[in-house]
């Protein structure tokens, strides 16, 4: 019998999930594993709900892209219990055991936040002796990107005292709300914007319309660097709207499948997987436009 | 058709029976369909991962049967799991204080709004959006990430399992949301308290005139829900051991519906507390249906979740006007 | 009759925005009296009780309970203080039982939960005083205005109290039911109660009263025993001018000659109705007579289409079919005042002017029946017509009296000029004067000099009325016609015979 | 006793008190925020945080009159979000292929549907208006997310589509324009027919308004209908401003702020009397909030907070129970 992977996704809230999801739909098929996929409305209660009727179904291994860190122990347990391996993408989980889970493969939020800083920090190297006012696009309250990129930029900009987050807002992940908070941000007319840091490519997007319609350049007057690397963002790049993006993989779907199969195989797998993550610069959007598969 | 079909039509709790008949056929096409659906455990299941709904949905009937509306019910189940988070973890309390501490938290979080409502004569829906907004905001102003929570205390009650027979099992959770359902149904239909709550759910105006105590009963609905929204916190807290900002989001939306589902008149007046239970069930049904499916895009989750929530409602619904014109 | 009151108000004074509902009202009221509240429509006396009752709180003035000052500032303090009331409108919540109205805010209970048995027998138990048995256990919307008013009544006499209130308990109950209220009324006064009783009937006044307070505009003319009153000083004193002495003048041409407007055969609804066929002539007023629950009311809302019929069919100029809505009545020419105002009728809100305007313009569909200044000038010419008693045409009808909320709506009824109009209970809450002038009008609408009048549909529970305005009248008894009678055929005395006829005997 | 029919003062109108919440929110916000009333023409339009309030409020008034209406007839619509959404998604697919127009009217005619299905469910079926339209809610935004395959679709032509929600007449926004017209229209409709005093009728006593020859379930069913097209006019002009349609984002919430607008407004969740007037003053007292607080810098974490304070203390002094209570303290 093929192997029954049973995964619970987060949602569909955004083109970085729907293209994370098409990922793991089309390895499944490719590696002939039966894929059993539950979609959790952005409900950590319905991944629960998810992964204990997945225990029921007796699959073979469970996968899921935790909405959230915290709150998995009873659950896994009763996976362990059943004999089920568990693996993780895309975001870890803190569990007081880490042998409830096999392992975790996906990307690093605070080290994109880190990347993004980094280039913010090169920039600022070649004007020594200006200050640079950055503003900050923040994705949902609460949530983990938001946390973690948050986390990852301040920490790195800190070493450059010239860099200065004057304003920090939710955009919400959105477009319309990122524009609606740019819009907000270019009235204020004490201190000039130097820099856009948005935590995901829709909201600069958004905020890249804001600031045309105030009469500005994106990218040249503003500084826009974003996270993901959706293909909306190369676009924007290639028009030279947008200075870079930090990329953050959602084509985990081979290496998943790989995985499982190495699971189930009972095959030694690392505990920490992490995929392969580019910053792209504007310079080289438009030849790495093409290659975009989302 | 015969007279005994008339009696059973005429009575008053027909839309709650023809709720639990619907469910009965729902899962019995899930256990044609899917294999492993139909076992002890896959139902015990509903119970465990709805017991904080079933709680929610209790003190809601009150609301909703008093004639109001509370969609706090989701941000007090979250800020519970967010103080008590806090106070175990970051304060170091003793899990049993904590507990009543937020118990009571709860409680008088909706008692405010109760008061705001009757004294002030405001609406319900505005008053408990507001309170809706604010306890979420409530949450962020603690952390806006989420805190682990290991009490011992909670994580034993988290993860004991009572067994039942053939290796089924339940979870302390589910049986104190099965006991808040006992208790509910014994306030609404055995004390005069219940019963003012359905008089002024019937007409608020006459109530007042019969003497009852409006302003208390309203105060005390409310606080009842928010005492109910906080257990379900705990409850929800025991489930994830965690206390996190963006717990449950839009449960209040899930508990009214579960409610009317069940068979409770919004306006007020009408139904019975028992039907949150059908209602709960019926939601957290359609749910596991999805989950063993399992081949459903996002997109179709949702859509096959309006379908289905239309023909049970539907299905209700035609039954019941039949029932008006036999 | 002791000499010391037990409830007295003095100086009180009440304001609603635009209006001065009491002035310097004051009433007495005696242990083991029954003191009578007489006044015209919109004199204040509900709002009176209402203050007394902690309701609606006075601007100025004092209560005093024995002689000590009470400030109710709630329902619950009332009764706590021994007050006991029945307000005009039946004010008890319709989805909860019988039993549970009757006893609710003092239920029976034991160990520490509420004792359904105790609860059910209690209720029965009261209403048997009434003569009332009806299943206790079913919502209270299951029943007609009529029971729903005696249990209204029954909760008030559930608990002895000091003082009990009543606000034209009787209006809408028949002789038998009233006689029984009475009754139960005479010995609770004997027992040292202090009874005070809102009604619009004379007669009924003179039966029972001791004493009588009149009130006028919103302030009191007097208060006088009931022996030492006349009708006509009574009647005088409420509208504060010498009536005039001549009777309603009766006009004594035969009617009924007119065309058919309305013919019903075998119209029938389950549970509701017995088949029942009618005819309704051009110009003349066909009266339905019955006791409660005989099937008046539902025999009004088939011809209307309030409710759909199970059998049989209506037969109007033209059309012939069953009404699947009020619709299909109204655009066929027919109109229904309906006996529940509150429920049925006024839509509270709105002003007195869109009250009046709504069936016309229901009519007229979406495109407007008349402009602005039309419909106010339709509305004046209305409230001047029938004497409604409102600060303004744009006044809520909500603030109306009981009595002024009525007329609102028989004039919703009268704009439509309808070829036939069924009145439920139209003189239900208005008082003496405003009555003989209904009856006048409803004869004079039938009967006109110029030409076809009206077909009018005549349901009262006082049977005088009946007789009094009817041409034909239609005995009812347990749902089914028990025969059609022309005017002058039947004496009251002969009404009550047919109506109280057994079964059997008209089979045989 | 019968004095005379007294007008009620200018200052009892029942708009008095929200466009004297909005005021004292604008004047708080020009007092903390130096140059927030700031206005200046730039590039032949007007520019600054006032046009930004009416322009961002645009969707979300043309929601609220159509939410107006519904709670008028005691009734509510939850799924208006996933409306604006159907509208969007729709609008921006066919835009590039089928042109302007073409693609207008599919959107306008999806919410159409939207409306139809909504007035099926409420006025014929009986069902309760809040579960009626949670089906919409929930489904619709799948459908909306079943036409883009989950992606969201940007818009690249033609350029004629950005000016309902981004162009310029007569330097102001053109969403206002779209907003002023509906008003109007509807304004006109309640005015000009009966179909206001049927709408109150029906929401207020239903019973005795089908007694008196009112059709009641038509006036459910057009309520539901309009309030359906007003929402597919907000999609519209949502898509059209960011260029594209996020089916799982787009009005997201919207509902819930046209509910509080309606009833910041004055309405009442118990049907009755409403105010166009009203609803729109609400709207804009909920955008003028949401800009106040971008423009203190009130960090994310507390904005709820601070919205939740606002609103309880706007409808707090907006209730007459409030008045009383201050003149006896
Ligand atoms: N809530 C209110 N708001 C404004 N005016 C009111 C209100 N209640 C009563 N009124 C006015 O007060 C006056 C007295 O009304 P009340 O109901 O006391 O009359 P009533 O004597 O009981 O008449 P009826 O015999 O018709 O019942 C009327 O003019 C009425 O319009
Ligand atoms: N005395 C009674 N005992 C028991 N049930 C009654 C009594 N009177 C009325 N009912 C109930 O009330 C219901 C409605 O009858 P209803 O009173 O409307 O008829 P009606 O002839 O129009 O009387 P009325 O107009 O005087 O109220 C009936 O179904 C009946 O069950
Ligand atoms: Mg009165
Ligand atoms: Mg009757």
Same mark, same amino acid.
């Given at each position: 019998a093929p192997l029954v992977l049973g995964f619970s996704q987060v949602g569909a809230e955004s083109e970085w999930r729907t293209a994370n999801t098409a990922s793991i739909k089309a390895a499944a098929k490719e590696a002939g594993i039966t894929l059993k996929f539950a979609d959790a409305q952005q409900k950590q209660e319905n991944q629960v709900k998810a992964i204990r009727s997945f225990i029921a179904q007796k699959v073979d291994v469970i996968a899921f892209s935790p909405v959230?860190?915290?709150?998995w122990d009873t659950v896994l347990k009763e996976a362990k219990a059943a004999g089920i391996p568990v693996i993780l993408t895309d975001r870890s989980v803190k569990v007081?055991?880490?042998?409830?889970?096999?392992t975790f493969i996906g990307s690093d939020f605070v080290e994109e936040g880190r990347k993004a800083a980094r280039w913010v920090l090169e920039r600022a190297a070649k004007a020594p002796n200006a200050a640079l006012n950055i503003v900050e696009l923040q994705?949902?309250?609460?949530?983990a990107p938001a946390i973690d990129r948050k986390k990852g930029f301040e920490e790195v900009i800190?070493?450059?005292?010239?860099?200065?987050?004057i304003r920090s807002q939710s955009g919400e992940f959105t477009r319309a709300k990122g524009k609606e908070v740019m819009e907000s941000f270019l009235k204020q007319r004490d201190k000039k914007i130097d820099v856009l840091f948005a935590h995901n490519d829709d909201m600069a997007i958004g905020a890249i319309q804001a600031i045309e319609e105030a009469g500005l350049k994106p990218g040249v007057d503003i500084l826009i660097v974003s996270i993901d690397g959706v293909r909306g963002a190369f676009e924007a790049m290639k028009a030279g709207k947008l200075n870079v993006t930090v990329e953050c993989n959602p084509l985990l779907g081979p290496q998943l499948m790989q995985l499982a199969k190495d699971v189930v195989a009972k095959k030694p797998v690392e505990k920490r997987i992490t995929v392969n993550e580019g910053v792209f610069p504007a310079e080289v959007a438009a030849k790495e436009l093409p290659n975009r598969k989302y | 058709m015969t007279p005994r079909w008339h009696a059973i039509t005429g009575a008053p709790s027909f839309t709650t029976w023809v709720s639990v008949v619907l469910m009965g056929l729902l899962f019995a096409a899930g256990a044609t369909a899917y294999t492993?659906?139909?076992s002890t455990q896959v139902v015990l299941n509903l119970l465990i991962d709805n017991a904080f709904l079933l709680v929610i949905a209790v003190g809601m009937s009150f609301v909703i049967l008093s004639g109001g509306i509370d969609l706090s019910v989701g941000s007090v189940l979250a800020l519970t799991t967010m103080v008590a988070a806090w106070l175990l973890?970051?304060?170091?309390?003793?899990a049993e204080a904590v507990i009543v501490l937020v118990l009571l938290g709860g409680a008088a979080f909706g008692a405010l709004q109760g008061v705001v409502i009757h004294v002030f004569r405001l609406q319900p829906f505005i008053v408990t959006l507001a309170g809706m907004f604010l306890a979420r905001g409530l949450c962020f102003l603690i952390s806006v990430d989420s805190i682990t929570i290991d009490a011992p205390l909670f994580v034993t009650l988290s993860q004991t399992q009572i067994p039942l027979w053939g290796g089924a099992f339940l979870s302390p959770g589910a049986v104190i949301a099965l006991a808040v359902l006992g208790v509910g149904l014994w306030v609404a239909h055995a004390t005069a308290f219940g019963r003012t709550v359905y008089a002024l759910g019937g007409n608020e105006a006459s109530a007042l005139m019969m003497g009852l105590p409006v302003g208390r009963t309203k105060v005390a609905v409310y606080a009842l829900s928010g005492l109910c929204a906080s257990l379900a916190g705990l409850l929800f807290a025991f489930y994830m051991l965690s206390g996190y900002?963006?717990?449950?989001?839009?449960v209040e939306l899930d508990a009214i519906a579960a409610v009317v589902i069940g068979g409770?008149?919004?306006?007020?007046?009408?139904?019975?507390?028992?039907?949150a239970l059908s209602g709960v069930l019926v939601l957290g049904l359609i749910q596991t249906l999805i989950a063993f499916d399992g081949t459903l895009s996002s997109w179709w989750t949702k859509i096959v979740i309006g379908g289905l929530l239309f023909v049970f409602c539907a299905v209700q619904r035609l039954l019941s006007l039949k029932k008006a014109h036999a | 009759m002791s000499t010391q009151p037990v409830l007295a108000l003095s100086g009180l004074h009440k304001s609603f925005p635009g209006v001065k509902?009491? #002035?310097?009202v004051s009433l007495r009221l005696f242990p083991g009296e029954v003191h009578a509240l007489m006044g015209q429509n919109g004199a204040g006396k509900s709002t009176l009780i209402k203050v007394l009752t902690g309701l609606y709180q006075p601007d100025a003035g004092t209560i005093t309970l024995d002689g000590q000052p009470i400030a109710p500032k709630r329902t619950e303090d009332a009764q706590d203080l021994g007050i006991r009331t029945v307000y005009?409108? @039946?004010?008890?919540? !319709?989805?909860?039982s019988v039993a549970e109205n009757i006893c609710a805010g003092r239920f029976p209970r034991r160990w520490g939960r509420i004792d359904w048995a105790a609860v059910h027998a209690e209720a029965r138990r009261v209403l048997a005083q009434m003569d009332l048995d009806i299943d @206790? $256990?079913?919502?209270? #919307?299951?029943?007609s205005l009529s029971v729903q008013q005696m249990v209204a009544i029954a909760r008030a006499l559930r608990i002895s109290a000091r003082v009990l209130i009543l606000d034209?308990?009787?209006?809408?109950?028949?002789e038998a039911a009233v006689q029984r209220l009475f009754t139960v009324l005479r010995r609770l006064r004997d027992q040292g109660l202090a009874i005070l009783f809102v009604t619009h009937f004379l007669d009924q006044t003179y039966a029972l009263a001791d004493r009588i307070t009149v009130m006028r505009n919103g302030e009191t003319e007097g208060e006088y025993l009931a022996s030492e009153l006349s009708r006509l000083a009574l009647v005088n004193k409420m509208v504060g001018a010498a009536p005039d002495q001549q009777p309603s003048r009766l006009d #004594?041409? %035969?009617? *009924? =000659? *007119?065309? !058919? @407007?309305l013919r019903a055969e075998g119209l029938a609804r389950r549970g509701a109705l017995q088949p029942l066929d009618l005819e309704l002539r051009q110009g003349e007023v066909l009266g339905l007579a019955g006791l409660l629950g005989s099937g008046r009311t539902e025999a009004a809302r088939l011809l209307f289409g309030a409710d759909t019929a199970d059998a049989g069919h209506v037969e109007t100029r033209g059309r012939r079919g069953r009404w699947h809505s009020p619709r299909e009545a109204i655009a066929a020419g027919i109109a229904f005042c309906s006996e529940d105002r509150k429920h049925e009728g006024?839509?509270?809100?709105?002003s007195v002017r869109e009250n009046i305007v709504l069936a016309l313009q229901a009519r007229a569909g979406?495109?407007? $029946?008349?402009g602005r200044e039309e419909q106010q000038a339709l509305a004046e010419d209305y409230i001047r017509r029938l004497g409604i008693k409102t $600060? %303004?045409?744009?006044?809520?009808? *909500?603030?109306?009296s009981g009595g002024n909320q009525q007329k609102a709506l028989l004039a919703r009824w009268l704009?439509?000029?309808?070829a036939v109009l069924i009145l439920d209970e !139209? =003189?239900? *809450?208005?008082d003496v004067r405003a009555k003989e002038d209904l009856m006048d009008q409803v004869r004079a609408l039938a009967h006109r000099e110029d030409g076809p009048g009206m077909a009018i549909v005549f349901i009262s529970s006082e049977l005088p009325e009946v007789l009094h305005c009817s041409d034909r009248v239609l005995v009812l008894r347990d749902r089914r016609a028990a025969g059609v009678y022309r005017r002058g055929e039947l004496d009251e005395r002969s009404v009550l015979e047919v109506i109280a006829a057994e079964p059997a005997a008209q089979a045989a | 006793m019968s004095t005379p029919p007294a007008r009620p003062?200018?200052?009892?109108?029942?708009l008095v008190r929200p466009l004297a919440a909005l005021l004292l929110l604008l004047a708080f916000a020009a007092a903390s925020v130096p140059g927030f009333l700031h206005l200046e023409v730039k590039d032949g339009h007007l520019y600054g945080n006032l046009v930004d309030i009416l322009h961002r409020a645009a969707p979300l008034m043309l929601a609220a009159l159509g939410m107006t209406l519904v709670i008028a007839t005691r009734g509510i619509d939850v799924s208006v979000g996933a409306v604006v959404a159907i509208s969007a998604t729709v609008g921006c697919v066919l835009v590039g292929s089928q042109g302007l127009a073409a693609a207008v009217a599919a959107a306008l005619g999806a919410a159409l549907l939207c409306g139809l299905w909504n007035g099926l469910l409420v006025s014929?079926?009986?069902?309760q208006p809040i579960i009626a339209t949670l089906i919409l809610m929930v489904a619709g935004r799948g459908l909306a997310q079943l036409l883009t395959d989950g992606q969201i679709i940007t818009v690249y032509?033609?350029? +004629?589509?950005?000016w309902l929600g981004g162009g310029y007449l007569l330097g102001l926004p053109v969403s206002l324009f779209v907003v002023a017209v509906v008003a109007g229209l509807t304004a006109l409709l309640m005015r000009r027919t009966a179909l206001g005093l049927f709408i109150q009728t029906v929401g207020i006593n239903p019973v005795a308004a089908r007694l008196a020859g009112v059709h009641t379930a038509a006036i459910v069913f057009f309520v539901y209908v309009y309030c359906s097209l007003g929402a597919g006019l907000a999609g519209l002009v949502i898509a059209s401003n960011i260029k594209s349609a996020d089916a799982n984002n787009a009005g997201l919430l919207l509902e819930l702020d046209a509910i509080l607008a309606v009833t910041l407004g004055g309405?009442?969740? +118990?049907?009755?009397k409403f105010s166009l007037a009203g609803s729109l003053v609400g709207a804009l007292i909920i955008q003028t909030l949401t800009s106040t607080i971008y423009a203190l810098g009130v960090p994310p974490q507390v904005t709820m907070v601070v919205k939740a304070m606002v609103v309880f203390a706007v409808c707090i002094s907006q209730s007459s129970a409030w008045s009383t209570w201050r003149k006896k303290a």
């Open positions: 959230v860190e915290s709150g007081a055991d880490p042998s409830l889970y096999v994705g949902t309250v609460g949530s800190k070493a450059n005292p010239k860099l200065q987050i | 492993g659906f139909a973890q970051v304060a170091h309390w003793p900002g963006q717990h449950a989001q839009g409770t008149v919004l306006t007020g007046g009408y139904g019975y507390v028992a039907g | 509902a009491l #002035s310097n005009q409108e @039946v004010n008890l919540c !319709p989805n909860l @206790v $256990a079913a919502p209270l #919307s299951r029943y034209e308990p009787t209006s809408s109950l028949d #004594s041409r %035969s009617a *009924g =000659t *007119g065309e !058919p @407007v006024a839509i509270l809100d709105l979406l495109r407007l $029946a008349l $600060a %303004s045409a744009d006044t809520p009808i *909500g603030q109306l704009a439509t000029q309808p !139209p =003189t239900r *809450g208005i | 003062p200018a200052w009892r109108h029942p014929v079926l009986g069902l032509e033609p350029a +004629s589509f950005f309405g009442q969740l +118990s049907g009755g």
